[in-house]
Each structure stands twice: as structure tokens, then as C-alpha cells.
């Protein structure tokens, strides 16, 4: 037996704009505290104690996957599947695990974001290796983050009854609630934040792909089959993702907490808290010209100086060809200027 | 009898950094309202139709002589006076005099800062012909503008006795006041700003010049004998404003009022309200992608996309080497900037 990481890198972020561009999308940049390690390399490198890089498939979109490789020369060419077209996790996972189990029949996989943020490494492996183990029998298997917090902008897991010493069930999945329902779920302790990793044997969810999605299963035996017809194959894939095609129909989902300083890395706002700061709570180049500023994140080109005056809780991100500056507390809304570049057709802007 | 204009282009104002440089002051940027045109460059413009650019003289830094030779290619280069040290505007004025009157003894000259703004060009040259006229005869005159607002960034003249129709005794120079005083003196109707712009006849600020600063008198003398050592005598000139030097304590001083939307331009907060806005009242690119935001101003580079969310009253300056974020009230700390990068060597940024 043996352990694949099914890196998903197909995502598109438009809330990281201006640094983030259709053609180098957020798990590209370096958002995660250290400005100098994309969020790719560190899940890659976060991964590596426990499986070797000829055992990381990344999956990615095709316009992506040259870069994806350059960025990640550890990691075999042939190891980054290009998706000919963007179908969602389901067929994203179907695909890797479908090429996981070719190599090893036995294989077990830890399918990771290729965006999101760790801060305790350690603690992290450790909870990975557990889930690996929980997952040998067949189980599938995903980590719930301990919520620190009424965040809004995750989905949840409520537990269910314990499956063995720390591993409960997956009672059901929730959607990103509202605020209310977000305290509420904080405070009965039944609920960890859906981190959207999971860890399972290959077979094991081909299995329930096979079960609950009939047509993604036919669509990755037709591609196992004649692989030249992959792009036309894959663009006619059923469009879902792994939660809602798989994890919420299949019959038992275990889950094991998670307490490792996780993060989606969501917009702006986080990538400050994430960052290294000053004593004011500044998280800008470190020859910046500070007056009575605090709480602010500036990124800008190499050999630029900075200077604030009198601002706070400000983002500003200047990149060789656009400016964009905005509260912290508005991150969210950045997707609203890629909005208008793509209405006003600004292709190279986007 | 000829009418000369003496540009006094010396200025080297740091509250227009990172636009403004050392090697760019201010008057050379285009910062009234039109984007395209220098102040230095409507400067000359706006007197043209009096005085023909053969009859303009600039007087700047050695080290700006060039550039402003480049920026005024209609101004013969002779023209160009290229002050060996920074001496105030007594000497600049005194020296300006002196080429003007070797030319014509009997010069007139309309000495005009490099650097102001007027809005109503029209009623300027009006105020400019009327006070040439009313200088014919020797008298040191001034136009003195009709006061908007209690500014305290300006110094103010207190009207004395009419002299003629319209022409009014400066009572006395009033240096910058305070918001107290500032409001007590638009209030009474008997003060006008202090424009910093004169004419007289060469003979006769030269004569007063004598009259009052005598070690200035004997070093233009000295210059004259042996332009070849211009620099070393230049150097050991008395450092002393025209206004202090000269003005305050000639015997008669005339003031004209003027209304002709006059600003000296002073920070970025006065560039907001002289440019074109649109109709959330920011001024920006024509391109940018404006979000929630309101009241501000954004310069940067050509092909470069702006994009404010939710941010109001502040001004982003954006050039190929720095970066500036303040609030549009507090423009004024622009030069805490410039002190930082001296005090830190920055030489390469100012």
C-alpha cells in the first residue's frame, strides 16, 4: 500500500487580484505569511515527510499545467494531469484516483487544496498520518478543522456517533451558514469547519463514484480506456463536486479534528493575518516609509519604495501593470473590479 | 520701453513626493488641473500674449537648467539663468533685473513663480496689464488676491490708502496667520493674499535693492564686471527673500486686487481640487474601476489599471520607483516622507 497526494490546483481565484491573474491563479502566489513560497510549493513540501514527490499528482487546468510544472520541478512531468476542461473535484478526484490506482492497486490518497494555508506543520502530519491509517480499511475519511471562530465563509461537518478512540462520523454536512448559525455551531462543540481534505483508498472512492455518479465512472473508464480522447471525454464529465456528488451520499464518512492554525486563505483580509507584521500591525515591505499607519497590507514590485501617512486597515497591491486599493474589511469585493475588467473585455488586465 | 518676464523656477518643494524630485520639482510637473501641461510650461503660456518668449527670463538651479531649457523650448537658452547656489528670491530677482535692464534700461518686469496655478486666464492678463501700467512710472507694485477662505497657508497684505482708482498702499506684510487671524482678516475686507508676484522697472528694484541690501547691490556689480565668476560671487550673495529683503521695507509698495482663481498649488490636497473630476469627485485615470469610492486622487503610470473599492479622500501617488498612500487632508506630512528617506540615504528616491 501505498500513499498518493492528489493535489487539486484548479482553481481560478479572482479575490487576489491584481496578483492573482487568470494565468497565475492564487496557489501560484506567495499568501501564505512567508512572501517568498507559493501555496502550492509549501502544501507540496507540508506533504513531502510522508509521501515522496513521484507520489504527488497535481491536478490542474491545462492552461496552467506548464507553469504548475515549473513551479514544482520535483515533481514528475507526468505526475500534473492537465484537465482539459474545468469540471469540479469530482471528476477531478475520479481522474487522479483512476491514475493512483493504474500505478498501485492498493493505493491510498490524500486529496489536498492546492491553496490553503498551515500553520503548525507538525501537527498537521500528525493528523494526516492518523486519517491515512483510518482510511487503510476503506473508510473515507476527511479532517475537520476545530473552529476558532463564527466564520461565515466555511461550510461545516457536525459529528456524529464515534466510529473508533477519536474518529467520529460525518452526521451531515452544512453549507456556509449565517452568522447566528455559525455561534450556534461554535458553541455546541458538534461541529468542525469542512477543510475540504480527504483521505481515502483509490478503489475505495471509485467505488462510490461508480455508486452515486454513473456517469463520471463510465466517462473515467472511457478515458482509461482510449486516453487520446481525454479532451473530449473529460469536457463532457458530469460538472460536481467531491462533497456534494460523493461525501454526502456515501453511507458513513468518518472524520477526525484537525488543530493545526488552518486556513482557506480567502481574500486579502486573511492573507494579512497570515503575514509577518510590524509592531504597528504592518505587513509591508520592510523598507517602507511608515507614518501613523497601522494594521495595513501593501504588496508592491521589487525596488519600489512605500511610503504611508495617516491610513489604517488599508490593502494595496501594486503589480507592474495595476493598482488596487481597499479596506480590509472589503477583500471580499475585489472580485467585483475582475467583474468589471471582464465586462469591459480588459483580457489582458484578467 | 520693453516688458520682461523673470520665471523664478528655483523651488525644490518635497510636498509632491515621489512626483516630485530633486531632479523634478514641481514646477516642471503637471499638476494644474491640465495633466499634460508643466506649471512652468503655463507659466510661460499664460503670459505669452504680453510678453513674447524672446523677453522671458527663467531663473532656476544649475542643476535644473537643462531641463527647463527642454521644457521651454520657445525660451531662447540664453534666457535660462542658472543660479550657481540657492540664494532666496532677492538675488534671483536682482541678478533677473540686471540682464533684463543691460538688454532695454528701461525694462519693465512681471516676476511670476514658476509653480502657481490661475484658473481665469483672462481676467490674469487684465490684472498683469493694469499693474505693468501702474509700474511704469517706478513704483514697486504687486497684485494681491481677493481672498476665498480663511487659508492660513498664505501671507496676507493689509490695504492701505488709495494711491489711484483701484490701486491701493500695501499697509503691511502679514506673514502666515493663524485660523484666528486668517478668518479676522478675509472678514474685514482689507486684506488680500500675498501672490508673490511683482512688477516693477529693472532701474527700480535695482535702486531699492541699493537702498536696502547693499552687499546684494555690489555683488550684481561685481557679476556684471566679471561674469566669468559668476559662481563664486553668486555663492557669497546675502541670502534674503525679495519680499523681506526689498518689499517690506521699500517706501511705497502699490497692490492691484486680483480674481482669477489663483493657487500656489501647495500640496496634493490643492492638485485634488484643481483637476478634472468625475462625478463621485475622484480624480483618476479615465480607466480605473472605481468601487464605492469618493473624493480622490490617483496618479501612475501609462497602461497601468486603478482600481479603488470603498475608500474615500485619499490620494495615491504611483510612479515607477515609489508608491504614496495619504489621506487627502493630511498632504501636507508629504515632506515627513522626504525627511525619512534624507535622514536614511535614500538618495536614489529623492
Redesign the interface.
Known amino acids: 500500500m501505498s500513499v498518493f497526494a492528489v493535489v487539486m490546483a484548479g482553481g481560478s481565484g479572482t479575490r487576489f487580484?491584481?496578483l492573482s491573474r487568470r494565468a497565475l491563479p492564487k496557489q501560484l502566489l506567495a499568501l501564505g505569511g512567508d512572501t517568498h513560497e507559493s501555496l502550492i510549493r509549501a502544501t507540496v513540501r507540508r506533504i513531502a515527510p510522508i509521501v515522496p514527490p513521484e507520489r504527488v499528482l497535481v491536478v490542474t487546468a491545462a492552461s496552467l499545467a506548464a507553469r504548475v510544472r515549473q513551479e514544482l520541478p520535483e515533481v514528475p512531468a507526468q505526475n500534473v494531469l492537465a484537465e482539459p476542461a474545468a469540471r469540479n473535484t469530482a471528476p477531478c478526484v475520479g481522474w487522479a484516483a483512476q491514475v493512483a490506482k493504474a500505478r498501485d492497486p492498493e493505493a491510498v490518497l490524500a486529496v489536498l487544496a492546492a491553496d490553503h494555508y498551515v500553520k503548525d506543520e507538525d501537527a498537521y502530519r500528525t493528523a494526516v498520518r492518523r486519517a491515512l491509517a483510518v482510511a487503510e480499511d476503506g473508510t473515507l475519511v476527511t479532517i475537520g478543522i476545530t473552529p476558532t471562530r463564527a466564520e461565515t465563509g466555511y461550510g461545516y461537518l457536525e459529528l456524529g456517533e464515534e466510529l473508533s478512540p477519536g474518529v467520529r462520523r460525518v452526521a451531515r454536512f452544512v453549507e456556509k451558514p449565517d452568522v447566528a448559525r455559525a455561534s450556534a455551531m461554535v458553541a455546541d462543540g458538534k461541529h468542525l469547519w469542512n477543510s475540504g481534505t480527504f483521505f481515502f483508498r483509490a478503489d475505495a472512492v471509485l467505488a462510490e463514484i461508480a455508486a452515486h455518479l454513473p456517469a463520471l465512472a463510465d466517462g473515467l473508464a472511457a478515458i482509461a480506456l482510449e486516453p487520446a480522447r481525454l479532451g473530449e471525454i473529460f469536457g463532457a464529465l458530469p460538472r460536481v463536486s467531491l462533497d456534494v456528488g460523493v461525501m454526502e451520499k456515501a453511507a458513513r464518512i468518518a472524520v477526525l479534528p484537525g488543530d493545526f492554525g488552518w486556513s482557506d486563505v480567502g481574500s486579502f483580509a486573511t492573507a494579512w493575518e497570515l503575514s509577518a507584521k510590524d509592531t504597528t500591525q504592518n505587513a509591508v515591505p520592510p523598507d517602507a516609509?511608515i507614518?501613523?499607519s497601522k494594521r495595513c497590507l501593501?504588496r508592491?514590485t521589487p525596488?519600489?519604495?512605500?511610503?504611508?501617512?495617516?491610513?489604517e486597515d488599508?490593502v494595496?497591491i501594486?503589480t507592474?501593470?495595476?493598482?488596487?486599493?481597499?479596506?480590509r474589511d472589503?477583500a471580499q469585493?475585489?472580485r467585483?473590479?475582475v467583474d468589471?475588467?471582464t465586462a469591459r473585455g480588459?483580457e489582458e488586465?484578467l
Open positions: 487580484w491584481p516609509v507614518v501613523d501593501v508592491t525596488g519600489k519604495i512605500v511610503a504611508l501617512i495617516g491610513v488599508l494595496v501594486d507592474d501593470d495595476a493598482l488596487l486599493v481597499v479596506p472589503r469585493d475585489v467585483a473590479v468589471a475588467l480588459s488586465k
